[in-house]
């Protein structure tokens, strides 16, 4: 029974201005005079999965565990899991192993001591961990990850690594390293995003849950989802200089999309990525 699968509920923690399509228009070193938005948004995240009763995975940056230490313990005290998303949204392949290994190790660090828990699951900015970056398994066993979240297996203008697994597979056969793809469906014969972001924002709930059911029922795996705090911010600062595809797909819908989130929450049973993927049960040799 679907009801009975508990799904990987997952909130990339990164404030407004740190969104890859944005990295073109807004420098780096002009973040720390943005207003930042990302804990007020939070806490309204962790309200929002408190009157749901349900507990999920913060992948965060270690740019904001740094300067929202408090916020970090609060995650934490609720009952929810701290992971780690890289530095500054850096994407894995403009790194090589050596400078993703000191990126891992920066943030996991800074969320650690802000949080005082070990940090074992880490998510790729912009799923970016692809045929580019063979190394970059091999550095997050290194560093003692249990887990990625970092790949999805379809093709996309920003991302996408279609030859991957949809399901949790373990890519170094000598190491307990799982890797968790974010959810996909088949629908008329293509492989489709269904797991989160823009997808869920632009589409019509419904696709969302008869996605995340025809995973649950027909190939009884759990679903990965993932949103990000800005998504559900209908009063964030508008950027100019953009064009009209990465405007639409950044602002359309966020006025509706915390109801829809909450929707979510209702239909579907949901849990941290530690407590459902790191049992071994999902996990198969690649
Ligand atoms: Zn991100």
Known sequence: ?????VNGLSVDVEDWFQVGAFEGVIDRASWDSLGSRVEDNCLAILDMFARADVKATFFTLGWVAERHGPLMRRIV??????ASH???HERVFRFDKASFAADLERSRKVLEDASGVRITGYRAPSFSIDQRTPWAYMALHEQGFEYSSSVAPIV?????????????????????????PVTTAHFAGRRLAAGG?????VLPYGFSRWAIRQVNTKDQRPAVFYFHPWEIDAGQPRIAGIDAKTRFRHYVNLDRNENKL????????????DHIFLAGAAAAPA
């Open 86 to 88: 890289g530095w500054d």
């Open 156 to 180: 996309h203008d920003h991302y996408g690594w279609r030859e991957a697994p949809r399901f949790a597979f373990k890519p170094l056969p000598w190491s307990d390293l799982v890797e968790i």
């Open 262 to 273: 909450r929707q979510l929450l209702q239909d579907f049973r949901w849990g941290r990525m």
């Open 197 to 201: 972001g823009g997808f869920f924002r």
């Open 1 to 5: 029974m679907s009801e009975q699968i």
């Open 77 to 82: 005290e609720a009952g929810h899991e701290l």
